[in-house]
Structures are given as C-alpha cells and as structure tokens.
C-alpha cells in the first residue's frame, strides 16, 4: 500500500517548511498570528458593536470606515500571511476572506442594534418588584444579563422532587439528564406530516393557548398535559385547580433565575454590550439568537404558564426535519460528539497515511512522478473514482473531526465554559450536519443546503435577505432565488480561492475552486427545475425509493464531473501534508511509509511557536 513511494510527503513536507521560513525572513510572507490576524473577523466589529449608534447618525455611519479598515487589512492578510502549518496556511487565507464577508453581514446587510437579540439567564426579578415599576437594571448582579455562575437548568427529577437552584452552578459541572428528567426523547422528529409538534413550547403553540405567558384558568386539557410533562412533580402529586395553581405559585417563586430576550443592552456598562457584541461576531450560526439559522433547533426563552417558566428542555423540536439535534446535558453532549469524532479519528488517520503516498495529493495532478504499484495497476477511471471519493472522504472527516472537537472544547475545556458561562451550555451547541436524507430527498439542494455543513449560512444568506428586506428583489420569485444562490455559492467560491492562494507552494490555481462552486449552484437549481417543472409529472409517479435513487444519483454524477477543479487545487496547494491527529493508529498498526512511521505526529514544525516581528504588533503565537 502507502510502504511504496516513501519518501514523497517526508520530502515535500521538509521542502515547503523551508520554503515558507525563507519567504518569512526575506519579508514576502507573514506566519499566521495570534492574536494580530483575528484582528477584523472578531475584534474591530466586536469593538464597534459595543458602541451604542442607534441614537447616533454619525456613528452609525462610520461603520464604513471600519468596514474599509477590515477589507484592507484582511486583503492584505489574504495576499501575504501564511503558516508553517499547511492547514493553518489554507485557513489563513479562508479566514481573511470570512472576515469581509462576516463584517458586511453585521455592518451592512443587517443592523443588530436594532434587530438581534439573543436568549439569556438573568436572577429573577421578583413580582412586588416588577409590578412597582422598578428598574431591574439597578441590580449590580443582573445588569448584564448573567449571574456570577450560571445555573443550566430549573427542571424535575423522575422522582418528583423538583430540583432546585438555590445555589448557582459552575458552568462545567454534571447537569441532570433533562430528557429522562421531563422524559421528552431530545431526538424526536420534527413535524413533518402536520402531525402537533414534538417540543412543548411548539405543542403549547398547537393549542388554543399559545401565548408567552399563559394563564393556568385559561389552559386547555391538551396544555395542562403539556405541563405535567415538563413537570412531572405536577403529575405525581395528582393535583388540579387552585391546588394545581398554589403549587406552580411555590415552584415559581423558588425558581431563582430566569431565561429572556437580551436585546442590545445600550444603557449598561461597556462590558455587558462587549459581552453582547463578542457574542453575536463569534457566533457564525447564530446560535441562541433570533437570527439562528433556519436549519437548527429554534431558539426562545421557554413559555411561561402564570409565574412560573417551563424548563429550558421545553423549547423544542430538538430534532429539525433537515435531522439537526441538539443536546440539554453535558454528558449527552459528550458522548454523541465522542460516537461521532471517534469513527472520523480514524478515517482522517486512514487519508492521512494512504493519500500521501501518491504523489497527486502531494503536489497536484500536474506532477510527473511515477506512481506507487498499488495504483500504477489502476485503470484511469478506477484511479480517477478512488482518489474522487479518498478526497471526499479525507474533507468530511476532518470537518467533522474538527467542529466536534470543538463543540467539546467548548463545553468542557478550563477557562472556556468559566468564560463563556450560558453560551457553553449545550443548548447552544447543536450538532454540525444534518441528515443525509436531505441529499436523497433534495439533491444537491440538500447536499449543500441541509447537509452538509452550515458554519458559513448565515453570512452567505445575508445578502440575499438585505435585497428582499429593502424591496429590491419579491420573495418567492425566480430573481429572488436566483440571487440568493448566486450569493452563497460565489461567496463560498471566494473562501476557497482566498485559501488556495495563502497555501505556501505557489503552484495552486486559486481561481478554480470559485468556478465548482459556481457550477454546484448550477447544477442544483438544474436539478430543481427537472424534478419540479421540465420533468414532474413523470417524478411524482415514481415511488419514493426510485425519486431517492435519482437524487443520489444526480449528486454523485454531478460531484464527479465537477469536484476535480476543488479537489485537484488541493493536492496542489499541499492541504494533505497536513497532520490532522496528534496520534496514528494507523501508522501504530504497521501500515504507512516505512520510513515515516512516527506514532506521535505533532513534531515542533508544525506546533504553534512565539514569533518576534519588527513590531510589537506583528509579534504573537505563529500558528
């Protein structure tokens, strides 16, 4: 297998350190640095956002000699840093091309000083309190949203004794295990066929008393069911009426915290709106917002009946139809993340070792290097076939490897969840991809929007809803569509070649991932329009499983007359000779080149290390 060709990944890999450092020090090339280069995807509109402009025209205005300063800066970061890590050095490029993207959304597109708000946890403001009129802002704990630590959740234990925080958590600590607790299944399926939705805040909504606070005389049968089902204390005690409503009374007055619509807090400390703009320039997703993207769990404060709220589990579905789900306990998170990571640890592993032994995924396909026997015996299209679906493959599971990884990092890893206190709670945390019954129901409309995953939607979409907000465009209408597809597939188009051009060999065609993108965008709305105009009423005759075996069908012919111009732009930009896990099981099972069988692949030239610039500000954490 890969014992034959040895050398090559050893050899480019040595070539392409030194080439980078010489480059460096000859000053055409900038390493990747923490914290110089996170400078305009999070710090400058961060910094903005913490500003009050709502009230300020001149203010507002100047978002656009922020957004100059941004474009030029990351521009700049996009033409002339790098990294001695060959991932790090495409993701150098990916990120200065986000950070245009991303401060156009939050400073053009949308207005989030007026328009976002995001759920938050707050000491509750008691009711004489409330109904004085006074100001609860004038509470040095809740000013800015959040307690001192943060509580994860006022719910039932099965056994009927209600779980009380009367003392609040650290945000890392064992929660209770709130599905078994309301016993609500966290992965019930969304409504699909018109049936009541699964989550209880959506089944309040089914029932005659769907408000945000519903009164406990007004209930109907189908939402007092409801309740005990969020309450299972409720239940146990048998108990209905004034008796019913005494007992919501005690447990709304022992419940010590409560969730909320923070909108942009303009009258509170410098501290509480940088915590508020951090939060919504960090989260791609919009997670925990009014913004979050259509595809994931809804995001609310949970329904309040009388007094009391309904537990944070009561927000439902926690299974989207596009099979989004997301988790309420630590140790839920935990172990779907680790069921998902571990399968791709060594798939990634298994690329990582096979792929670099031919020299395409090396150096490119223009390469004139004899091949290894195990491929030289390939016939061109079962070469072609075998190296399309490794590229594939290798791509899905670093992605997945990676953004669940980081969901871990998140929830768990010292100071994170100290820091980041409610926005590491796994509410905020759904799961990275959908399901692949979308690709089959769909096609690559599905592919690409539902399963595959939806880091970047929200900015890809934002120009799209800016067209159709200010009248520019009608909804539903063919330029409507046409617009938001072109946006998101050229936006992701200029992502990629922004990547291709900071890789450090300087054979890479950064201008031929945009055209796959492009003809993905392509290829999606033609799919669309054969199965729903030129061809329906022939489609809708098939039965299900043919209509899902054309759609597979059509994505796999359509990725394999397309992915080349991706594909092939990778091995040349050598995004293979990157080291994806610190530990080879693969490499420790005897497989892999002879002469590079080292178990432990973090070796010091591709670990972070301190770098000296000429500045005080160009002098950080090379990455």
Not at 194 to 207: E, I, Q, V
Not at 265 to 294: C, E, K, Q, V, Y
């Amino acid at each position: 297998m890969a014992q034959q060709n040895a050398d090559i990944a050893v050899t480019y890999r040595d070539i392409y350190h030194a080439k980078f450092w010489s480059e460096v020090q000859a000053g055409h090339k900038k390493p990747f640095l923490i914290p110089l280069h996170l400078l305009g995807v999070w710090f400058l509109p961060t910094l903005y956002l913490a500003i009050p402009h709502k009230n300020r025209p001149w203010l507002y205005q100047a978002r656009w000699l922020v957004l100059a300063v941004v474009v030029a800066f990351n521009f700049n970061m996009i033409l002339h840093v790098s990294s001695h890590n060959f991932g790090t050095a495409y993701g150098a490029g990916l990120v200065g091309a986000w950070a245009i993207v991303w401060n156009f959304t939050l400073l053009v597109w949308t207005k989030p000083q007026w328009e976002a708000k995001r759920v938050d946890i707050r000491r509750k403001i008691p009711e004489d309190v409330r109904s004085n009129g006074h100001s609860f802002a004038a509470s040095p704990t809740s000013q800015n949203g959040y307690a001192t630590k943060t509580t994860a959740e006022q719910d039932s234990h099965p056994n009927g004794a209600l779980h009380r925080s009367t003392s609040i958590r650290e945000s890392f600590e064992e929660e209770p295990d709130f599905a078994h607790a309301t016993g609500v299944e966290p992965n019930g399926h969304a409504n699909h066929n018109g049936h009541p939705p699964n989550g209880l805040k959506d089944r309040l909504a089914h029932t005659k008393t769907a408000n945000p606070s519903i009164e406990l005389a007004d209930m109907s049968e189908e939402s007092t069911k409801i309740l005990f089902e969020a309450v299972p204390s409720l239940r146990l005690s048998n108990r209905k009426g004034v008796e019913l409503a005494a007992e919501l009374e005690q447990l709304a007055a022992k419940q010590e915290f409560e969730y909320y619509w923070q909108e942009y807090p303009a009258d509170a400390s410098f501290w509480t709106r940088l915590d508020w703009a951090f939060d919504i320039a960090s989260t791609f997703r919009m997670t925990g917002w009014n913004w979050a993207i259509p595809c994931l769990p809804p995001y609310e404060p949970p329904a309040k009946i009388g007094n009391y709220q309904l537990p944070l589990s009561s927000v439902g579905p926690y299974r989207t139809k596009q099979g989004y789900t997301r988790e309420l306990s630590r140790k839920a998170l935990f172990l779907r993340r680790l069921l998902v990571m571990v399968p791709n640890y060594i798939i990634v592993d298994f690329c990582a070792v096979y792929m670099t032994a031919d020299p395409y995924f090396v150096l490119g396909p223009e390469n004139k290097k004899p091949l290894p026997p195990h491929l030289a015996s390939l016939s061109a299209p079962l070469l072609f076939a075998q190296r399309t679906a490794l590229s594939f493959a290798g791509v899905l599971s670093a992605l997945n490897l990676l953004f669940n990884a980081g969901a871990l990092a998140l929830a768990f890893l010292p100071p994170l969840p100290q820091i980041l206190r409610f926005r590491a709670h796994p509410w905020h945390l759904p799961s990275i991809s959908g399901s692949f019954a979308e690709v089959l129901d769909r096609g690559l409309a599905g592919f690409w929007g539902s399963w595959w995953h939806q880091t970047f939607r929200f900015g890809f979409a934002a120009p799209a809803r800016y067209l159709l907000r200010e009248g520019y465009v009608e909804p539903g209408t063919p330029g409507a569509r046409a617009a938001a597809a072109a946006f998101a597939f050229l936006t992701s188009g200029f992502l990629h070649a922004s990547g291709s051009y900071s890789a450090v060999p300087d054979h890479s065609r950064w201008y031929l991932p945009p055209l796959f993108f492009l003809l993905a965008g392509l290829g999606a709305t033609l799919q669309s329009w054969l199965a729903r105009a030129a061809f329906r009423a022939y489609v809708e005759r098939l039965p299900r499983r043919a209509r899902r075996l054309g759609n597979l069908a059509f994505v796999v012919a359509w990725m394999c007359l397309t992915s080349w111009l991706l594909v092939d732009d990778f091995g040349r930009c050598g995004l293979w000779l990157f080291e994806p896990v610190p530990v080879s099981v693969v490499r420790a099972l005897g497989l892999g080149p002879a002469r590079d069988r080292r178990v432990w692949r973090l070796e010091r030239d591709v670990l972070p290390l301190w770098y000296w610039g000429r500045h005080w500000w160009d002098t950080g954490l090379a990455v």
